[in-house]
Each structure stands twice: as C-alpha cells, then as structure tokens.
C-alpha cells in the first residue's frame, strides 16, 4: 500500500504526529501484527460460505493499551475487507454510539457503511444492484421468506414491493429509507401491496425497537450479497468505554459482545463477522476491581424474569470473552521498528523533498507503544528541518491509562 503525492504523505505524516490514524497513515504504515493479520484473513474466508451453511463466523476481540496500535490495525483490516469485495462498517464507542443499544449500533454501521468501488449511501447502492434474475437475488428472497430468517413480515412485504413497484419511486426510497434504519408507515406498506394485488398477504405489524435493529442486521448482511459482495465486516473500536457505563449497562454490553462475536446460542447472523477492539487492562480495571466477574450475574439473575437470566448468561459469556479469548497485541520488536522506521524515513522524504538524517535507536521498551515511537521520529525529522544545526532532544511521552470510572451522561443518549 504505497502513497504516491507529497501532499498524501504530508496528510499520513499530520495524521501520525497526532496519533489519529487515517487511510494516508494505514497506507504508509501497513501492519505488523501478523497474528492478527493472519486470524482475520482466515475468519474472512468462511463469511460467504456463512450465509450457505447457516453458521455465524465467530468473532475476533483484540485487545491492547493505549498507544498499542488497535485504532491503526482496525483501519488497516478496513482496507483488506473492501480489497477483497466486503462491505465494512467502522463503528466507535460513544456516547452517541453505546455498544449495549442495537439500535444505535446499526445506525451507526450503516453510516458508516464502505461498499468496495462505491461512494453513495451504502444500502440505497446495495438495493440498486439488486437484479431479480440473478441466482443471488432469488436465494436472498427465498431466506428472507423462510422461518430461518426470522424476519418480520414488514421485511417480507418490502422487497416484494421494492421489486414490483418501480414506477413509484416515492414508495420506492421509502423502502430504502426503512432498511436504513428509518420507520416506515405500515399503511404506506399495506397501500402498496393493494396496488399490486397482495393485500393481505402479510400479516403486518409493528416489532419492538431492540429487535427490529437485529432483524435488520441480518437483513442487511443478506441484502449484502444478494447485491453481489463477500459479505459485511464490523470493526468496533474502543469497548473499553463499556468501562464507565452503570452495572446494568456493562452487563447488557456485555451480552452485546458476545453477540458480535457470534457466542449467543440460536442467534445467528451469516454473512456478516465482527472484530472488537478493547484495552488490555479491562479484565483487571473492571471485570475484577469492579467485582463484575463476581457479582454482575447474580445482579441480573435476582430481577428474576426470563429476559433477565438470559440476559445474565449472555453477559458471564461476554466476560468470558474478555478474559480469556482476547488476541492481545505484539508489542513492536527490532525487525518491525526497522521496517517502520525506513517507512517513515521515505515519507518524510518525500512529503518535503529533503534527506531526514538518521535518529539514533531508542532502547526498546516492552511498556513503550508503537505510537510513541512514531510521534518521536515524526517530530525530529519536522524539527530537524525547520531548525537545522539545532540539538533536538524529545523527552519520552508519558504513558496513558484509560479512566473507568462510572459516567452516567454516556448513556443518556441511547435514553
């Protein structure tokens, strides 16, 4: 992944010295972390044969500190999913954006929603692709009519009119509105069906908030592929905000990790594969210094209804996640430091068309992140040149810890 303009490696370089990465900084930079590398291509591999089988590809947790790269290598897994025909949402915790709110969470995937070769909004571009005769299309309203999709009917009665109905082009975007995550008039779907002569062919009615947004995950990741593509790849930045929600919404983010990583028993979703990447201290910070390994289930469990034991099962399997199964990140060695720095040297070069001189070694540190090596280089080389002859001296940065403490505004916006 080579950038070719000075003005592409000035942007890279800015991007770098901020430590935000961008696509300019992923392109220079690419990946040493070929564990997870490897993990993620071989997860990817079995994302179309999901949707065949039936099966949900299980989903890839990484975890590292501040400053360890996670932000970068989420981008760089960015790049390979649309390289190799997936659709890819890139989500970040927030507060407008709570890991425990389906809702939100699509919202916030399909906004954010890259289809490969393509600029448009992603699910109007998925729907134009749509061609009734091909095999995928014909699969696609076959699953969506079987009991396995466990769509709504509203689903049902959409496609069927958003493929007889295309000289009412109002309906037509409303339908497209809808599977975007807006509401949609049940009449306005019943009016339709009475001008194509399908009244009451659908038992039409309203569904509930919480499980309209994960019928429309499946709906989305299948309307995916019916339009052509691999599948839908989610890559969930900064989980570890989950950190500072309340009890009883880490315990319900929790069971929204395990969902995504495909570990809730009876839900699946083919065709779509999730990658989350959270703070290597969580386990310690909150899961044992908060007692929510310990006490978080039987506080779910002693509201004594169904949905909340359920819900205190998926949450103890979502802990689980975290502290077990996370694929912790390589802090970086000689050979990648190396490779980066005669990267950077290049960039550098080029950005300013000008010969960077050599920075002595710093000592290799297993604490010290990957970022704070490259601000370092980045920051010489732009002093250097603007101050020639000058002694350049940067102290080390100091180290970052994210907080846990418990803020309640965070999740005023999911209400």
């Known amino acids: ?5 000075p003005i592409d490696c000035q942007r890279a ?8 990465p961008n696509a300019d900084a992923v392109r220079a930079l690419g990946s040493h972390q070929r564990k997870a590398e490897n993990s993620f291509l071989e997860k990817l591999s079995f994302v179309t044969d999901s949707a065949r089988d039936g099966k949900q590809v299980l989903g890839l947790l990484l975890a590292g500190g501040f400053g360890a790269g996670k932000s970068h290598l989420l981008d760089y897994f960015h790049h390979l999913a649309l390289d190799r025909n997936f659709v890819c949402s890139r989500i970040v915790i927030s507060k407008e954006t709570p890991l425990f709110d389906p809702a939100k969470m699509y919202q916030a995937a399909v906004e954010s929603a890259a289809v490969p070769g393509l600029s448009g909004e992603a699910v109007r571009e998925l729907a134009l692709r749509l061609q009734p005769d091909t095999r995928n299309y014909i699969d696609f309203v076959a699953w969506a009519n079987s009991a396995a999709s466990g769509l709504s009917d509203l689903f049902k009665a959409t496609i069927l009119l958003h493929e007889r109905l295309g000289n009412d082009p109002e309906l037509v975007d409303d339908i497209t509105n809808f599977w975007s995550g807006e509401a949609i008039a049940i009449s306005r779907v019943r009016q339709g069906l009475k001008q194509i002569g399908c009244a009451g062919l659908f038992a039409l009615k309203t569904v509930k908030a919480k499980e309209l947004a ?7 990741s299948r309307l995916i592929l019916a339009a052509g593509y ?10 570890e905000l989950v950190g500072r929600y309340s009890a009883l919404q880490r315990g319900r983010s929790y069971a929204e990790l395990a969902r995504w990583m495909g570990r809730v028993d009876g839900d699946v979703c083919p065709a779509l594969f999730a990658v989350a990447a959270i703070t290597d201290d969580f386990g310690l910070a909150v899961l044992q210094e908060k007692k929510d390994k310990e006490l978080l ?3 779910l469990r002693a509201k004594d209804t169904d949905e909340y034991i359920a819900l205190a099962t998926r949450a103890e399997t979502g802990m689980r996640l975290i502290e077990r199964e996370s694929l912790t990140l390589e802090p970086p060695g000689v050979p990648a430091l190396d490779e980066i720095y005669r990267r950077l040297k290049a960039i550098h070069a080029k950005a300013y068309a000008w010969d960077p001189p050599e920075i002595p070694a710093s000592t290799l540190s297993m604490t010290r992140r990957m970022r704070s090596y490259v601000r370092r280089w980045v920051n010489v080389w732009d002093l250097k040149r603007l101050y020639p002859g000058q002694e350049i001296d940067l102290d080390a940065e100091q180290e970052l810890r994210p907080a846990y403490n418990e803020d309640p505004s965070l999740e005023d916006a999911a209400g």
């Open 230 to 239: 691999s599948g839908w790849v989610l890559l969930i930045d900064e989980v």
């Open 297 to 299: 289930g039987a506080k």
């Open 1 to 5: 992944m080579e950038i070719q303009t």
């Open 13 to 20: 370089l800015e991007a770098l010295r901020n430590g935000v």
């Open 214 to 220: 994960l019928q429309r995950f499946r709906f989305t």
